[in-house]
Nanobody
Framework: QVQLVESGGGLVQAGESLRLSCAAS????????MGWHRQAPGKQRELVAVITNGGSTNYAGSVKGRFTISRDNAKNTVYLQMNSLKPDDTAVYYCHAEAEAGSLTYRYWGQGTQVTVSS
């Protein structure tokens, strides 16, 4: 089992920045990929950014160039630096981790943290 705890959400104005953190505990040695999804009211959950153990990253087109995902393997923590925030970025942001157990891959989720961007 892997437990994920997010922090760093809040209310900001358009153009401002926020940094989200997600700390993993439990069977962290089994984690290969960590990342962030978000879900806005009335919309499906969407991928925001992911990062592998080796540091490879991938971003949704809507955040590319504004958001940066990073990972501190020593602290088992993943970060999402969000700059130039827009009202459309308003959502609940969920941290996730993919961990392998034998031939199976499990995905774990955090509880979510609210990000609200006012215009």
């Amino acid at each position: 089992q892997v437990q994920l705890v997010e922090s760093g959400g809040g209310l900001v104005q358009a153009g401002e920045s926020l940094r989200l953190s997600c700390a993993a505990s439990g069977r962290v040695f089994s984690i290969n990929v960590m990342g962030w999804h978000r879900q806005a009211p009335g919309k499906q959950r969407e991928l925001v950014a992911v990062i592998t153990n080796g540091g490879s990253t991938n971003y949704a087109g809507s955040v590319k160039g504004r958001f940066t995902i990073s990972r501190d393997n020593a602290k088992n923590t993943v970060y999402l630096q969000m700059n130039s925030l827009k009202p459309d970025d308003t959502a609940v942001y969920y941290c996730h981790a993919e961990a392998e157990a034998g031939s199976l891959t499990y995905r774990y989720w955090g509880q979510g943290t609210q990000v609200t961007v006012s215009s």
